[in-house]
C-alpha cells in the first residue's frame, strides 16, 4: 500500500475505532480483550479492502458491513469451540476489572447482551443512529423487514430493561 | 418505550465517548496484519503444499525408482497420480470459493456464499474425497502383482496390510470433516434464516 492509502487507512481508525469497539463491546457482552480482538479483526479487513472500496456507500456504513460480518463470523467459531477452560474464565475475570469500561457501560453491554446475536447488531446500529435503509443495505435485507425486526428487537429490550 | 429507548441511546453515546484510537492501537493493528498475511497464505495453500509434494514424491519414485512396467501397473499409478491431480483441482476451485466470502458484502451475500462454500467443501469430503481414494486403492493394489517380481511376498504383504491401516484411518478423517462442514452448512443456514425473518 502506498503512502496515501496508509495515511487514509490512520485516518479512518481514528474516526471509526470507538464506533466498531464500541459495537464490539456490545456483541460480546463487555468483554474488552475479546472486543479488541475483533475491533483489530474488522480493521485487519478494512486494511485488506480499502485499495477496493469505491464509495458506493459512505466509509460509515462500509464499515458497519465488515463489523457486522465479522461479528457473525465470530459465532461460527465460538460454536465450534463453546467450551472454555476455568482457567481462561478466571483469566477473563481478573483482566474485565483491569479494562476502561465502566460499570455503567458494562451494564449497558449486558443488557444488549441478552439479545440474540444478530439482534444484538441491528439494535446497535439504531442506537448508532443508522437509518433503516442504511441497516438494511449493510444486511442485504428490505428495510420493511428491518422495521419489523427493529420493533421486535426494541420490545424485546424494553422487557429486559424493565426486568432489571 | 420511546423514553426508555432514548435513555438508552444517551447512555450509549455517553459511553462511546471513552473509546479513543490511540498509536498504540493502530500499531497493534499494523503487527496484527502483518501476522494475518502469513496464516491465510498458509491457511489457502497449505493443503496444495502438501498433495503438490505427495504427488512428486509419488511420481518420482515411479520415474526413478522403480518405473513400473506392466499395463496394469501403469494404470495403477495413472490412477494414484490422477486422483492426486483431481484432488489439488478441486483444492485450487475450493480456495477461489473461499476467496469470495467478502466481508465487505452486505450480511446476506456473506452468508450465501459462506454456504456455497461449505457445501463444497462437504462435496469435496463427503464424494470427491472418497472416490478418489477408492481410486488410489485400487491403484495401489494394481501395482502389487509387478512388485512381487522384485520384492519378497511378505514384504508386499505387509506393505497392502499396512495400506489397510492407513485406509481406516482416512475414513474417521473423512468422516469427521464431512460432519464439522455439515455443522458449518447447518449454522449458516440457520443464521440466514434468521436474517430474513420478519417477526
Known sequence: ?????????ESIHKQYFPMVLQMCLGFTQGDYDKASDLSQEVFI?????????????????????????????????????????????????????????TEASNSL????GQLNELDRLVIMMVLEGQHYDDISEVL????????????????????????? | ????????????????????????NIENTYEKIRAHKKESFLFYYGTIAILSTTLIVIFSFFYFVAPVEQVLSRIGAGLMLGGLIVR????????????????????????????????????????????????????????????????DTWNVVLFDISYLFIAVILFFQIRKGVRKEMNNV????????ELLEGN
Not at chain 2, 469470495?100 to 454456504?115: W, Y
Not at chain 2, 467443501?121 to 491403484?139: D, E, Q, W
Request: with cysteine.
Open chain 1, 109 to 112: 453491554y449486558k443488557a444488549i
Open chain 2, 88 to 151: 489439488i483441482l478441486f483444492e485450487i476451485n475450493s480456495i477461489k470459493k473461499a476467496k469470495k466470502i467478502h466481508s465487505i458484502n452486505n450480511s446476506l451475500e456473506a452468508v450465501n456464499n459462506s454456504i456455497a462454500f461449505y457445501q463444497f467443501r462437504k462435496k469435496i469430503h463427503g464424494v470427491v474425497a472418497p472416490i478418489i481414494i477408492s481410486l488410489y486403492t485400487i491403484g495401489f493394489y494394481l501395482i502389487t502383482p509387478e512388485f512381487l517380481i522384485y520384492m
Open chain 1, 45 to 101: 479487513k478494512v486494511w485488506k479492502h480499502l485499495d477496493t472500496f469505491k464509495g458506493l456507500s459512505s466509509y460509515k456504513t462500509w464499515i458497519y458491513r465488515i463489523t457486522v460480518n465479522t461479528c457473525l463470523q465470530l459465532i461460527r467459531k465460538e460454536k465450534k469451540n463453546n467450551t472454555m477452560s476455568i482457567d481462561s474464565v478466571h483469566h477473563q475475570l481478573v483482566e474485565e476489572s483491569k479494562n476502561d469500561v
Open chain 1, 1 to 9: 500500500m502506498n503512502k496515501n492509502t496508509t495515511l487514509q487507512f
Open chain 1, 140 to 164: 442485504g435485507i428490505e428495510a420493511t423487514n428491518v422495521r419489523v425486526k427493529i420493533h421486535r428487537i426494541k420490545k424485546r429490550l424494553k422487557k429486559i430493561l424493565d426486568h432489571e
Open chain 2, 186 to 193: 447447518r449454522e449458516t443456514v440457520l443464521l440466514k434464516k
Open chain 2, 1 to 24: 418505550m420511546s423514553n426508555h429507548f432514548s435513555e438508552l441511546e444517551d447512555a450509549w453515546n455517553q459511553s462511546k465517548k471513552s473509546l479513543q484510537s490511540s498509536p498504540t
